[in-house]
């Protein structure tokens, strides 16, 4: 089983809609979590990290669900800027070993 | 404040070459990670160095390796190059006295072997 698993996608949305993407883990006692953005040909780039309780900033909810083993970014009122590779990252240890999903793919269409 | 920086941006070399990558982490961060993204694949996790020692290293044969200098910047030396070492390769750094372990990207160094 991968240490993080991503559904790959691609997601193809009309503009204005609601898309969620799910991820999942493997060790049990990871205890950070965290969705980097990646656009075509570019770094990845941190979008939020993940809290127990779940959060929020504006248009993206993230939340996680330690006895699933299983996190989720929900994107509202999508935008065509939205459109990009979201990755799930999953900090092992709780230090500095971090675990990449392979990406699932978003394309926010007119 | 400058963020994760790499060089070069571009590396061409022949197999059976030697590559040198190089990056400067953002100051104040003390961990360099190195992780390589093959065209169409997800990051794959290279090498982690913190305090100038290599803390962890991935699924990779022995001729890639690197080193952390004192002013935490980091080298990547990848040795007898195959065809399949074509990729993107990104550092990253994070703070050690960060509380989620928060890594920043740099905008990594394209490298094509023929």
């Known amino acids: 089983r991968k240490e993080v698993e991503q559904d790959p996608g691609p997601f193809n949305v009309p503009e204005g809609a609601t898309v969620a993407f799910n991820c999942t883990y493997s060790?049990?006692?990871?205890?950070?979590f965290f969705w980097y953005r990646q656009d075509c040909r570019k770094e990845p780039k941190l979008l939020m990290s993940v809290y127990s309780s779940g959060n929020e900033d504006g248009r993206f909810t993230a939340q996680l669900n330690r006895a699933s083993q299983y996190i989720s970014l929900l994107i509202r009122d999508s935008k065509l800027s939205d459109s990009a590779t979201y990755l799930c990252?999953?900090?092992?240890?709780?230090?500095?070993?971090?675990?990449f999903g392979a990406g699932t793919r978003l394309t926010v269409k007119p | 404040e400058a963020g994760v920086t790499q060089s070069p941006t571009h590396l061409i070399k022949t197999r059976g070459q030697q590559a040198t990558l190089r990056c400067s982490p953002i100051s104040g961060h003390t961990s360099v990670y190195w992780y390589q993204q093959a065209l169409g694949l997800g990051l794959q996790f290279l090498l982690w160095y913190d305090e100038g020692e290599e803390r962890n290293r991935g699924n990779f044969p022995p001729r890639f390796s690197g080193r952390q200098f004192p002013n935490y910047s980091s080298e990547l030396n990848v040795n007898a190059l195959e065809l399949e070492d074509s990729a993107l390769y990104l550092c990253a750094s994070s703070s050690a006295t960060a509380t989620a372990y928060e890594q920043y990207f740099g905008p990594g160094t394209r490298l094509t072997v023929t």
């Open positions: 060790n049990s006692a990871s205890q950070s």
């Open positions: 990252v999953v900090n092992l240890y709780n230090n500095n070993d971090m675990r």
